[in-house]
């Protein structure tokens, strides 16, 4: 196998971090493993909100200078250190964003160690990382598919199962558009026996979500007051006992609306804006929960709920190639997307 690698590969970088256009596809020499790491031949690579944030410059968190960029990708094991034994030649692997956090609660050092910002990231035709930073794909999904979880899934199976108590059967989920992570977070809801409410101005968009597991869906355009409404379609009108948060400040006032008391709103995101709301979670009763991702603890166990349960991550149908990157970036920063966006690497 060693003999048939070659010497030098092709990776996107990123040194000027102030647009899209600062993408570059550079020759590097194939990187080298230690005795706990492994040497990735990366398939495909999913792109997330945040790594748009990062080529734009308007992250919140350290950077490296020069970086790979990315956080989610999967590909196959091709070398292991002499020390691995957690996979061996053949495996199918995704990373874990935050590459050293196992299990618990997130410390500021597993944070710094995130790929994609001070660890470079997928968007290269090989990698190598520690073993201990790998999950195992479910093995009912491609390699496309099994690029889209290492973010927005794991985030939207923190929100429903990661918290200090977990989602139930016959309870409400709450999710706001067709992202990445409100798709599986309708997904999740649903396998647990929950019912979900989604948001979403977009008419075209609301077939995805009912196909996703939402039983009711609500334009936040026409419908401004789609808090009330959705509490009103909730089980047993009590309100959603889950709401997962991406739109931010903007969205938070009807997010409270919605909420059932003692619910937990996951703040996930700022997609709808930076403007200060005006509902205090005290006064509507509710626990608010930042998610940062997830553990690798929790990934496992969300691979498995998936594998089980034969679940499909939803994945735009635009197909971008290796030399497509900026244009996979202005796609999804132009808000096209039903789902993932998902870059082929070969």
Not at 172 to 190: D, E, I, N, P, R
Not at 206 to 230: C, E, F, S
Not at 283 to 295: D, F, K, Y
Request: with cysteine.
């Amino acid at each position: 196998m060693a003999n048939k690698l070659p010497t030098t590969m092709k990776q996107w970088v990123l040194r000027d971090k102030s647009g899209f256009g600062n993408l570059l596809l550079e020759e590097s020499p194939l990187p080298e493993i230690g005795d706990f790491d492994v040497l990735i031949k990366v398939h495909a690579v999913s792109l997330n909100y945040r790594d748009l944030m990062i080529a734009q410059g308007t992250y919140y968190w350290p950077l490296k200078p020069t970086i790979v960029p990315a956080s989610d990708f999967a590909g196959e094991v091709l070398l292991t250190g002499r020390l691995v034994t957690r996979f061996s030649p053949g495996s199918r692997v995704a990373g874990q964003v935050h590459q050293t956090h196992i299990a618990g609660t997130i410390t500021v050092s597993d944070a710094m160690n995130s790929l994609g910002g001070l660890v470079d990231g997928g968007l290269r035709q090989y990698a190598a990382y520690h073993e201990g930073g790998l999950v195992e794909l479910p093995a009912n999904l491609s390699w496309r598919e099994g690029a889209t979880l290492a973010c927005a899934a794991l985030t939207a199976w923190n929100a429903l199962y990661g918290g200090a108590k977990a989602l139930r059967p016959g309870e409400t989920v709450l999710v706001q558009g067709t992202g990445g992570v409100s798709l599986f977070g309708c997904q999740f809801a649903k396998a647990g026996g929950a019912e979900v409410i989604a948001t979403t101005s977009d008419e075209e968009k609301m077939g995805v979500l009912r196909a996703a597991g939402a039983k009711h869906i609500l334009n936040y355009k026409t419908n401004p007051n789609w808090g009330n409404t959705a509490k009103e379609l909730s089980v047993g009108k009590r309100g959603a006992d889950y709401v997962l948060e991406i739109g931010g400040p903007n969205t938070f006032e009807q997010s409270c609306a919605a909420a059932s008391i003692d619910s937990t709103i996951a703040i996930i995101g700022t997609r709808a804006g930076q403007a200060p709301g005006t509902v205090l979670p005290h006064t509507a009763l509710v626990q608010t929960r930042r998610i940062m991702i997830g553990s690798r603890l929790q990934f496992e166990e969300m691979s498995r709920a998936i594998e089980v349960n034969d679940i499909k991550p939803v994945v735009d149908g635009k197909v971008f190639g290796f030399g497509e990157v900026r244009e996979a970036y202005e796609y999804l920063w132009e808000q096209k997307a039903v789902g993932k966006v998902v870059v082929d690497v070969e």
